[in-house]
């Protein structure tokens, strides 16, 4: 496990154990929104964001989290030999995501490129606009895309780590720490 792909829904915890992952692997983290999230919330352009991509997930080690399967394909999972899935109940990602974006915004802690969370953005309507939304409107489809990748030849030569649950992902990274230590 040297190249790592950490996917789920927006709020499930993919950057906090994606860090976890490379601290204790001790190899390089890869956050794709501090790639893709240019300043005032800009997108780098598809074909920026897959060169961009494609030249940090050139090295033999990473661990890269993100979804952005429509941006970049199967650019990342072409190269990964793990994906770890954090496939956490809706509810239990909803309260992660409400009290993460709410304390950012509390906070006005900076993210990536000077965005901040904010207010206005955090109750808007469109899903686009609101990571809350997001999270709730994508949830399912996430499940359903995830679950038939499981299945798909394609993706036959990755391993996957489907994580259901806090305890699900305490135990993965407390065998990662025993695994590193070996």
Request: proline fraction near 1%.
């Given at each position: 496990?040297?190249?790592?792909?950490?996917?789920?829904?927006?709020?499930?915890?993919?950057?906090?154990?994606?860090?976890?992952?490379?601290?204790?692997l001790e190899i390089p983290y890869i956050e794709l929104d501090a790639i893709h999230h240019q300043a005032n919330w800009t997108p780098m352009s598809a074909a920026d964001f897959r060169v961009a991509?494609?030249?940090?997930?050139?090295?033999?080690?990473?661990?890269?989290?993100?979804?952005?399967?429509?941006?970049?394909?199967?650019?990342?999972?072409?190269?990964?030999?793990?994906?770890?899935?954090?496939d956490l109940p809706r509810?239990?990602?909803?309260?992660?995501?409400?009290?993460?974006?709410?304390?950012r915004a509390l906070t006005r802690r900076e993210l990536w490129n000077g965005n901040r969370e904010s207010w206005s953005s955090m109750f808007s309507a469109d899903p686009a606009q609101s990571v809350i939304r997001w999270a709730w409107t994508t949830h399912a489809t996430n499940r359903?895309?995830?679950?038939?990748?499981?299945?798909?030849?394609?993706?036959?030569?990755?391993?996957?780590?489907?994580?259901?649950s806090r305890r699900e992902v305490a135990g993965f990274l407390d065998a990662l720490e025993g695994a590193a230590a070996d």
């Open positions: 496990m040297r190249r790592i792909s950490v996917v789920g829904t927006s709020g499930s915890g993919k950057s906090t154990l994606a860090r976890n992952i490379a601290r204790r991509v494609a030249e940090r997930t050139a090295a033999d080690a990473w661990v890269a989290d993100g979804n952005y399967r429509t941006k970049l394909g199967d650019l990342v999972w072409q190269r990964a030999d793990t994906v770890v899935w954090l509810w239990l990602v909803m309260y992660q995501v409400v009290t993460r974006t709410v304390g359903t895309r995830y679950l038939a990748a499981l299945d798909d030849p394609a993706h036959s030569a990755i391993t996957f780590v489907r994580l259901r």
